[in-house]
């Protein structure tokens, strides 16, 4: 049966979440849906950062570490944040990047963890993932070694040498979604710590590290925390590991920062694993895509997404069927994040023609076009009016143009 226009009225007319698009600076006739790349911009944000650079900057100089509380932001931020991905106040740390992040919890997993020497992943995870554990494994001159098996190998993986398991719990690529309770169970059974990448997850999907037993986790705050460009990352450590070693030991992370003492000494709790001073402009910014998300229901985004999701794949069948698109996503929605990705031989160019008439998903290497549906911002009118101007593009055969098939630095 087809999706009728009343039908899709009607599921925006039910959206408990369609006040929130009236919060982002959304330009008229635009279709965005890159929003698992890098999140809109909050209008809340614009006038947050006015301050901050005026007045907390400008006047304030370097009083407004304390007056401005600009010190405890990496703290405040990561109790936050700790709300969306169901961590306990003071397990989380906003700062650095996710890539850094990931070398801090590895590398903390490792301090707890002597006598095993195996990180594993997957192949396919996310590149950074994986270069970080093998930059480390370098490193470390033959004492670690990397195991990155195909994605269904990685529980049988585990055996008594893996010191790390690091997953992405929602796959960039394919937005599977893994069991986080079950892996961290298989991989507890098997003495292995587990470092969960939740870049796709927060914001996006319900997250219970701590009803999951989780050990260490890290993600972005550019996606769907709508944290701005390049926006700090965050770490989390459950409690029981807040004695781990840190590698990245800098002086935000020592106990007594200000004694300026010539010796390193790890800060108590979640502290230590700060490194360097906090990117405050970037932390502003930050907070305000928090602050906007934790307004929303987690179980109305989750509900949401999986209504885009279904709706965009079923028009995609529908006005799209004869051109060859193959879905590679979980065909089952429970087990796919908030994002719908299919293959083409001409995904790339498909990519830059769409982009002309103002649909903006992206394109991951080698042939996949990858469309995140973020519900605060994103209709089920948006996902319609993308499959049709999809399907003109094909029609037309609009992407069949030398310039679109000129790869550009960012895709
Ligand atoms: C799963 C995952 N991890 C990490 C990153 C990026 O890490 P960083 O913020 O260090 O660039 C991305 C970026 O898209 C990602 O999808």
Known sequence: ???????????????????????????EGLIYL??????????????????????????G????WLAADWVNSPQRIGDKIARL???????????????????????????????????????SNFPTDNYMMQGLARFSDGRLETREVAPDDVLGALDENVAVLLLTQVHYKTARVRDMRAVTRAAHEAGALVVWDLSH?????????????????VGCGYKFLNGGPGAPAYLFAAKRHHHAEPVLSGWFGHARPFEFEGDYAPAPGIDRFQCGTPPVLGMVALEEG???????????????????SELFVKLVEERCGEFGFAFVCPPDSAQRGSQVAFAHPEAYAMMQA????????????????????????TSHADVAEAVERLRTICVNREWDRPEYRERAAVT
Not at 61 to 64: F, H, M, P, Q
Not at 101 to 117: E, V
Not at 201 to 217: K, Q, R, T
Not at 290 to 308: F, V
């Open 354 to 377: 769409l982009k002309a008439r103002e649909v903006i998903g992206d394109f991951r290497a080698p042939d996949v076009m990858r469309f995140g549906l973020t519900p605060l911002y």
């Open 201 to 217: 997850s927060a914001g996006a999907i319900e997250v219970d590290l701590n009803g999951a037993n989780a050990d260490f986790a």
């Open 1 to 27: 049966m087809t999706v009728t226009a009343d039908q899709i009225a009607a599921l925006d007319a039910a959206d408990p979440l369609a006040h929130f698009r009236d919060r982002f600076a959304i330009r």
């Open 290 to 308: 928090i602050d906007l998300m934790l307004e929303a229901d987690m179980a109305a985004i989750r509900n949401k997404s999986i209504s885009l």
């Open 34 to 59: 890159d929003g698992n790349s890098l999140g809109m911009l909050p209008k809340q944000t614009l006038a947050r950062m006015q301050q901050t650079v005026t007045q907390e900057w400008g006047e």
């Open 61 to 64: 100089l370097i009083t407004s």
């Open 85 to 123: 991905i169901g961590a306990e106040p003071g397990e989380v740390i906003a700062g650095e990047s996710t890539s850094i992040n990931i070398f801090k919890a590895l590398t903390a997993a490792l301090s707890l963890q002597k006598g095993r020497n195996v990180l594993l992943s997957e192949t």
